[in-house]
């Protein structure tokens, strides 16, 4: 008898006739059916989690206000060591009319391993502001959900030095 797991895949018995036979195989039926029911409700907001990031990784790439702001919650804030606490429409007015064509090389997209509906984008921003002056540097985005998957809250963690140097407080 063996158990057979995929990603995102139910837990099953390959030989299911022959466990069918054997009483001592019932608890390991009804372990696998737990299981599978634990990775259907550990699995699929996960994955909701990370197109939501995708979805807000495109948009702010294409300066998108209000796809951006459609991610996120009535209440939401955003979080920036370079603005301080915002609402996200005003914080992502503020980025887009300071930028010209920017862009973003993801590197990876992580998710919370203590159970929290949060997750991480790691990327490099390639800021090109309106001025023509690049800014480049590595950036992660903290995301906190809602039980609906909106963001409710986004923490932008980066160095703030690199930043700092080019574009001084002109668009704080």
Same mark, same amino acid.
């Given at each position: 008898?063996?158990?057979?797991?995929?990603?995102?895949? =139910? +837990?099953?018995?390959?030989? $299911? !006739?022959?466990?069918? *036979?054997?009483?001592?195989?019932?608890?390991?039926? !009804?372990?696998?059916?737990?299981?599978?029911?634990?990775?259907?409700?550990?699995?699929?907001? %996960?994955?909701?989690?990370? !197109?939501?990031? =995708?979805?807000? +990784? %495109?948009?702010?790439? !294409?300066?998108?206000? $209000?796809? /951006?702001?459609? +991610?996120?919650?009535?209440?939401?804030?955003?979080?920036?060591?370079?603005?301080?606490?915002?609402?996200?429409?005003?914080?992502?007015?503020?980025?887009?009319?300071?930028?010209?064509?920017?862009?973003?090389?993801?590197?990876?997209? +992580?998710?919370?391993?203590?159970?929290?509906?949060?997750?991480?984008? *790691?990327?490099? *921003?390639?800021?090109?502001?309106?001025?023509?002056?690049?800014?480049?540097?590595?950036?992660?985005?903290?995301?906190?959900?809602?039980?609906?998957?909106? /963001?409710?809250?986004?923490?932008?963690? *980066?160095?703030?030095?690199?930043?700092?140097?080019?574009?001084?407080? =002109?668009?704080?």
């Amino acid at each position: 008898m063996i158990l057979v797991h995929g990603s995102h895949e =139910k +837990l099953s018995l390959v030989d $299911e !006739a022959a466990a069918s *036979y054997d009483p001592a195989n019932f608890l390991l039926q !009804a372990c696998v059916s737990l299981m599978n029911q634990h990775i259907s409700e550990s699995t699929l907001p %996960d994955a909701g989690h990370v !197109a939501v990031v =995708k979805r807000y +990784l %495109d948009r702010l790439e !294409a300066s998108d206000v $209000e796809g /951006i702001v459609a +991610l996120f919650t009535e209440d939401a804030q955003v979080v920036s060591p370079f603005l301080g606490c915002m609402s996200p429409r005003p914080f992502f007015d503020k980025v887009r009319d300071a930028s010209g064509q920017s862009r973003i090389e993801v590197l990876d997209i +992580l998710l919370s391993a203590q159970g929290a509906s949060r997750a991480m984008a *790691y990327f490099v *921003y390639h800021w090109q502001l309106r001025d023509g002056t690049e800014v480049r540097f590595d950036c992660v985005d903290v995301f906190d959900f809602n039980e609906q998957g909106r /963001i409710q809250r986004m923490t932008i963690v *980066y160095d703030t030095h690199p930043v700092r140097a080019l574009v001084g407080d =002109k668009y704080a």
